[in-house]
């Protein structure tokens, strides 16, 4: 069974920085791209960022680069999305998921984890 599993969210000021983590088990995440997404509150889902299988492609929603930053470790088999200059309007449910190739649909995807960013 393959479950895809976020965490590191939380509660930060305006300008903070949080990173938030993807693990997968049932399957080698090192296999596939992985995308992040998120859901603002009244807000369609939105996708922020993604990254290739082998880390050398990233790409990211236009609000958020120069901000976050995307990165693996297949070591670890680990995605990572640091998020820095947080601001309220980044507040949402943060969820990770898997794809063949950024762009393509997206297959496994995780519970999410909340991230609030507020005074």
């Known amino acids: 069974q393959v479950q895809v599993v976020e965490s590191g969210g939380g509660s930060v000021q305006p300008g903070g920085s949080l990173r938030l983590s993807c693990a997968a088990s049932?399957?080698?995440?090192?296999?596939?791209?992985v995308g992040w997404f998120r859901q603002g509150p009244g807000k369609e889902r939105e996708g922020v960022s993604c990254?290739?299988?082998?880390?050398?492609?990233?790409f990211y929603e236009e609000s958020v680069k120069g901000r976050f930053t995307i990165s693996r470790d297949n070591a670890k088999n680990m995605v990572y999305l640091q998020m820095n200059s947080l601001k309220p309007q980044d507040t949402a449910v943060y969820h990770c998921?898997?794809?063949?190739?950024?762009?393509?649909?997206?297959?496994?995807w995780g519970q999410g984890t909340q991230v609030t960013v507020s005074s």
């Open positions: 990254i290739s299988s082998g880390g050398r492609s990233t």
């Open positions: 998921a898997t794809t063949d190739r950024c762009g393509r649909p997206y297959s496994y």
């Open positions: 049932g399957l080698t995440l090192n296999y596939y791209a």
